[in-house]
């Protein structure tokens, strides 16, 4: 296994492990500071996030390099640097980018990250537009809504 930007996995390259301590710790502090959701918001914890604008600056934050601020749409595209691998939810690991379809007419249209908590139980983090950023478990409408799950394979 490589530790710097990508790392070799049975079925595809994924961030580093440098990488990936980083976005989970930007994550977390961001969800610790519980901004409000605020449509748009991609800068300022104080001012607010919305969901994509929450990924873009966790990774940016974690020094990803290669990505820029995009729509969720086009994130789940792997456009705006935004590269990776469509993974089975069964399959997914920890910091994979979980996307949901809740407006038919908005395919892909919510974004996430998977994490973990003490017991291995899969939760995600995301913006919501009632709670802000919020860490919940991956279950009910979050697990029938689920139209994608990435894994990033982003850098130089």
């Known amino acids: 296994m490589l530790s710097g930007l990508f790392c070799a ?6 961030l580093g492990e440098n990488y990936k301590r980083s976005l989970k710790l930007q994550l977390n502090f961001i969800i610790s500071k519980h901004p409000k959701y605020t449509s748009g918001g991609s800068s300022d914890i104080l001012q607010g996030l919305d969901c994509s604008g929450y990924i873009f600056l966790a990774a940016r934050s974690a020094g990803i390099p290669g990505i820029t601020r995009t729509t969720t749409t086009r994130m789940a595209l792997g456009l705006g640097g ?9 399959d997914a690991d920890e910091l994979d980018l979980t996307f949901w379809t809740f407006n038919k007419n908005r395919l892909n249209g919510h974004v996430g ?4 908590d003490r017991h291995g139980m899969p939760k995600v983090t ?4 009632r709670k802000g950023v919020v860490l919940e478990d991956m279950h009910g409408h979050l ?5 994608k799950v990435r894994r990033l394979t982003i850098g130089d």
């Open 126 to 129: 995301h913006a919501s537009t």
């Open 113 to 116: 990250a998977l994490l973990r």
């Open 82 to 90: 935004w590269t990776g691998k469509d993974v089975d939810f069964l």
């Open 9 to 14: 996995g049975p079925d595809a390259w994924a």
């Open 143 to 147: 697990l029938r809504n689920l139209t």
